[in-house]
């Protein structure tokens, strides 16, 4: 694992930030009241991104570099951010007349940028430059953060590509410019005052609280996507509706909870209990007929090394006579960050004489409502698909699904306490 002073010396034109503990911890706690993980985790990464980012550019103001600039978080108000990380990913930031879109990631690819399509088609909201930022938190005491480049709304516009499927702009690596000390020394609006004021999209009181309706029901997954762009984009920048949203999701998570059934305990897999058809990877290694065991060991050497604090469950799934008895392992690892929170991987090997999966076979991760956050399917020869990594806080519950065909299995975890060290 490279340490920030040895990636800082390799990429001295960029900016590299520590992350401490306590910010971690801190931005951790402040980004706990969403609906799901994965907008838990878009609004912790932002938290840290903007906890980070404003110091050292007021540090780097007050050593003389641009004394008579004022840094603040533009358009929104702090309490108004948990309700637009809900939905989007990213921070506005003014600079004196210029704003700065900071797009954090915590990807390990960097041959391109995701744009969400607010900041740049909402006038109101558009930005004259956007910063991508890197977020690797591969342990707390040897977190980073680092402004890796940037790009103008011009160049975003005409390099940039749009896809509709996400509603976002992919720019490619190659059109940012990695050292950020000419554009904050010399910081040009890319938009006349008049065109940043422009008047933004409207909604009847009547189509807003039909989109309210429509929009916090538990089974839509991504609302930024559920409507067209133009009452979106109308919705999302009146804050009350915004807020309004943000809250009657978190009620609908709530009430699925208070009916949910018993899921599996995460937390006890550190003391080696296992719920019945799960067992640890070591005991599933042991078995002497399992044909992946290399496969296995290996990747299990590769993460203890990578984290010291690590527990791996797996079940082995039968798909039936339909297709043989085939089976297929769900490999689910955990490593948990803090006492608050757990990194959860999620994989889906082959098992048995074939070394490839089924095509087609699904792995999704679904949230506690029910909606689907993500899923991966198999493609001819894939021996191996999973999930991105997502981090989990006490007390939140998810589900794993596997389906083939008409075959789907669903599996319900929680973590409802974690083991004590003895």
Not at 192 to 219: D, F, G, I, M, Y
Request: charge should be negative; proline fraction near 5%.
């Amino acid at each position: 694992m490279f340490k920030l002073l040895e990636l800082s010396t390799t990429y001295p034109n960029q900016v590299w930030l520590n992350l401490s503990e306590k910010q971690q911890q801190q931005a951790w706690q402040r980004s706990q009241n969403h609906a799901n993980a994965m907008t838990c985790c878009n609004a912790y990464l932002n938290e840290l991104c903007l906890t980070a980012f404003i110091p050292w550019l007021e540090g780097w103001c007050q050593e003389g570099q641009e004394s008579d600039k004022s840094t603040r978080i533009s358009t929104f108000s702090e309490s108004s951010l948990p309700s637009l990380w809900e939905f989007i990913n990213g921070t506005i930031i003014n600079f004196g007349d210029v704003r700065l879109a900071l797009i954090p990631t915590d990807s390990t690819d960097l041959d391109e940028v995701c744009v969400p399509q607010e900041w740049v088609d909402i006038v109101s909201w558009r930005a004259d430059y956007y910063l991508a930022v890197q977020i690797n938190l591969d342990s707390p005491d040897a977190s980073w953060m680092r402004l890796w480049g940037y790009i103008s709304y011009q160049n975003l516009q005409q390099n940039g590509i749009y896809e509709e499927s996400d509603r976002a702009y992919y720019i490619s690596g190659q059109h940012l410019t990695p050292d950020l000390t000419l554009m904050l020394l010399q910081p040009e609006p890319v938009f006349p005052k008049n065109l940043q004021v422009e008047s933004r999209p409207s909604l009847t009181q009547e189509t807003a609280e039909r989109l309210l309706a429509q929009l916090s029901q538990s089974s839509v997954s991504a609302p930024r996507l559920a409507v067209p762009f133009e009452q979106w984009a109308a919705f999302v920048t009146n804050e009350q509706w915004r807020q309004d949203l943000y809250e009657r999701r978190l009620k609908q998570v709530q009430r699925v909870a208070e009916s949910d059934p018993p899921r599996i305990n995460l937390g006890q897999w550190w003391q080696n209990i296992f719920e019945s058809g799960w067992q640890s990877l070591d005991a599933f290694l042991s078995r002497d007929s399992v044909q992946v065991a290399v496969s296995f060991r290996h990747r299990r050497s590769q993460r203890n090394e990578e984290r010291q604090v690590y527990v791996e469950g797996i079940k082995v799934i039968d798909l039936g006579i339909e297709l043989n008895n085939q089976s297929v392992a769900l490999l689910v690892g955990l490593a948990r960050e803090t006492e608050e929170r757990v990194s959860v991987r999620v994989q889906l090997y082959p098992v048995g004489e074939t070394t490839i999966l089924p095509p087609n076979i699904r792995v999704a991760l679904l949230s506690q409502s029910g909606a689907i956050l993500q899923e991966y399917q198999a493609r001819i020869h894939d021996n191996l698909i999973q999930l991105k990594r997502f981090t989990c806080p006490v007390g939140k519950q998810f589900s794993i699904r596997v389906t083939l065909g008409e075959f789907s299995i669903t599996e319900d975890f929680a973590i409802a306490l974690f083991a004590t060290d003895e």
